[in-house]
Nanobody, 123 residues
Framework: QAQLVESGGGSVRPGDSLRLSCVAS????????LGWFRQASGEEREFVAG????????YYSDVVKGRFTISRSTASWTVDLQMNNLKPDDTATYYC????????????????WGQGTQVTVSP
C-alpha cells in the first residue's frame, strides 16, 4: 500500500505564489501518472495537473495552465506543484494522487491519495 504525503499549503494574498510538495513512499513505475487535484468547499474534486513519471510529460487543466507548473524528482520520489499568480478561486484543499494505469483526469482512476493540504487565497 503506497502512501503520499503533501506539504506546503497556506494562506496567501491574490498574486502570491505557493509551492506544494508530495512525497511517495515507493518509487512509481515509468508508466504511472502522478497528479494534483483540488476540492473546494461544496464542490467536486477536480484535476489540476499531472505528470507521467517516466517521461516527465506534463498535463494541466485549462484553469491553471500558464500559472501552475508540475514537476517530479525521480531521485526523491516527489511531485511538486508550483503555483504562481494565485487567485481567490484557487482556494481549495489540494490532493496528490497516484494512478498506476497512466494518464487520467478523473479522480476515480486514481488508486492512492494523500491527506490533502489547504490553500487559501484571500485579500
Amino acid at each position: 500500500q503506497a502512501q503520499l504525503v503533501e506539504s506546503g499549503g497556506g494562506s496567501v494574498r491574490p498574486g502570491d505564489s505557493l509551492r506544494l510538495s508530495c512525497v511517495a513512499s515507493a518509487r512509481p513505475y515509468s508508466s504511472h501518472f502522478l497528479g494534483w487535484f483540488r476540492q473546494a468547499s461544496g464542490e467536486e474534486r477536480e484535476f489540476v495537473a499531472g505528470i507521467r513519471w517516466g517521461t516527465g510529460k506534463e498535463y494541466y487543466s485549462d484553469v491553471v495552465k500558464g500559472r501552475f507548473t508540475i514537476s517530479r524528482s525521480t531521485a526523491s520520489w516527489t511531485v511538486d506543484l508550483q503555483m504562481n499568480n494565485l487567485k481567490p478561486d484557487d482556494t481549495a484543499t489540494y490532493y496528490c494522487a497516484w494512478n498506476r494505469n497512466g494518464l487520467a483526469t478523473a479522480a476515480r482512476e486514481y488508486t492512492y491519495w494523500g491527506q490533502g493540504t489547504q490553500v487559501t487565497v484571500s485579500p
